[in-house]
């Protein structure tokens, strides 16, 4: 499954019949120039350059507005952005009603009612070696604002997050977003079973497969159901990446997890004399009733979401001697697979194998549950490349990988977790390789 790429055509609304409810069915669809066709995309441009003026200057909006928005991080510093986004929020919040009013009314011209989130999500990301020196205050505005606003959000469901289940996810492009800086959608997952942690994020253990990025203009849509697993790629580009996106549904919201968030009737709210009580429709019902009774249950008993029993990491393979052996066949080609605690292997073409540390210096997540993309390994956490030569990301500020001993012999695949390889750029992996072995940090499997 991939996702359709459709061109906006104001005459052609029967093609639109029907939209909403296919993308709440599983299809992925980039509507180009989405804003641009409903004279939306200059509301938020707008509201965007007085949060910025109001932050941290005109000239830093007019820069915007002169070279884009994909630039900003070369005039604005890493440490203005958390307060410049909230200044950027302060502008959007108001105008989402009008947006999704005619937005919707646009882009789906057979729905007639639906539910909406009041608040939209902002999200500026400047480049992750950028972003990287300032972890901690760019942590502290996730503590506030929820992940994925200003740093990578890891792979999810609205619904882990309370959000509805059966919701429409509307991504806009503010800015150029690039493959190496957007969203990841994993389509080949709609429907797995997952388990996930209590912050919403999938958890540990769990496999998934090729996620897609989109390649997208200012003005484009990413239109996909909320119960898609995605998140964010860890921006390893050099441009920042300024999306605007929106939670709604077009019945009433069901909440499988709590119920938490606001949803707005949208027929109601435009009724001078319902709009006091357009939040109410969608409290009407009894996961609004449970969630209030958990949410008073966690705060007298000192509760919290219960945590899911840790799926150990997947290894395969037999310990012989020194060695790690495993079945040719159970390492099809474009797999990855962990063999031990520290290592993951993975198959890149019909003759060449590697092996790997399996952890991911960004935030740890375990390369064994992801794919290999050409000669790389994906992390698929944030969907970011490793070189399975070199071991190296995009990103600079991250260690690369190690690398060890690992071939094909007849009907097996061999590896030697104690003999390290000089990568083939030169660097001093092996060296890190061996100390890293030295102080029992990479471990025999
Ligand atoms: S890229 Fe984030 S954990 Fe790997
Ligand atoms: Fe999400």
Redesign the pocket.
């Known amino acids: 499954m991939s996702y359709q790429d459709l061109r906006f055509d104001q005459q052609d609304a029967a093609a639109r019949t029907g939209l909403a409810q296919r993308i709440v069915g599983g299809e992925v669809v980039v509507y180009r120039q989405a804003l641009q066709a409903f004279d939306l995309y200059d509301l938020w441009r707008e509201a965007t350059l007085r949060g910025i003026t109001k932050s941290v200057g005109k000239a830093a909006a007019d820069r915007c507005l002169t070279d884009g928005f994909h630039r900003i991080h070369e005039w604005v510093s890493p440490t203005k952005i958390p307060e410049l986004t909230d200044a950027v929020y302060a502008e959007i919040d108001p105008l989402a009603s009008e947006f999704l009013e005619r937005f919707m009314s646009g882009a789906f011209p057979d729905v007639d009612n639906f539910y909406y989130e009041k608040k939209p999500n902002v999200r500026f990301h400047i480049p992750y070696d950028l972003a990287q020196s300032f972890k901690k205050e760019f942590d502290e505005f996730a503590k506030d604002h929820g992940q994925g606003k200003i740093a ?1 959000h ?1 792979p999810h469901r609205d619904s882990w997050l309370d959000c509805p289940s059966n919701g429409l996810n509307l991504w806009f492009a503010m800015g150029r977003i690039r493959p190496g800086n957007g969203l990841t959608i994993y389509p080949e997952d709609y429907e797995g079973e997952y388990k996930f942690q209590p912050s919403g994020d999938i958890a540990d253990g769990q496999k998934l497969h090729k996620a897609i990025s989109f390649d997208l203009h200012p003005g484009d849509v990413v239109m996909f159901h909320t119960d898609h697993v995605h998140g964010s ?2 921006n390893r580009t050099n441009e920042t990446r300024f999306a605007i996106s929106c939670r709604l549904s077009i019945d009433k919201p069901h909440f499988p997890n709590l119920h938490y968030h606001h949803y707005v009737n949208a027929n109601w709210h435009k009724s001078a004399a319902l709009r006091p009580l357009a939040e109410l429709p969608a409290m009407f019902q009894p996961s609004f009733v449970n969630s209030l009774a958990t949410r008073a249950r966690f705060k007298l008993l000192g509760e919290g979401k219960p945590v899911p029993a840790p799926t150990a990491p997947e290894i395969i393979g037999t310990k012989v001697g020194d060695v790690i052996e495993v079945a040719l066949a159970d390492l099809p080609v474009g797999e990855v697979h962990g063999v031990s605690a520290a290592l993951c292997v993975a198959r890149l073409s019909e003759h060449e194998v590697v092996a790997l540390t399996r ?7 375990d ?1 064994a549950n ?1 794919w290999v993309d050409g000669d790389a390994v994906v ?6 490349p490793y070189s399975a030569r070199s071991g190296k ?1 995009a ?1 600079e500020s ?1 260690p690369a990988l190690k690398r060890v001993f690992c071939e094909i012999r007849g009907e097996k695949v061999i590896i030697d977790p104690k003999s390290i390889i000089a990568m083939d750029d030169g660097s001093d992996v092996a060296g890190a390789y061996a100390a890293a072995a030295s102080d029992g940090d990479v471990q025999a499997g």
């Open positions: 990578a890891g790629e860890l952890r991911c210096p960004h935030a740890g997540g390369l992801g992390c698929p956490w944030h969907n970011l990301s990103c991250l």
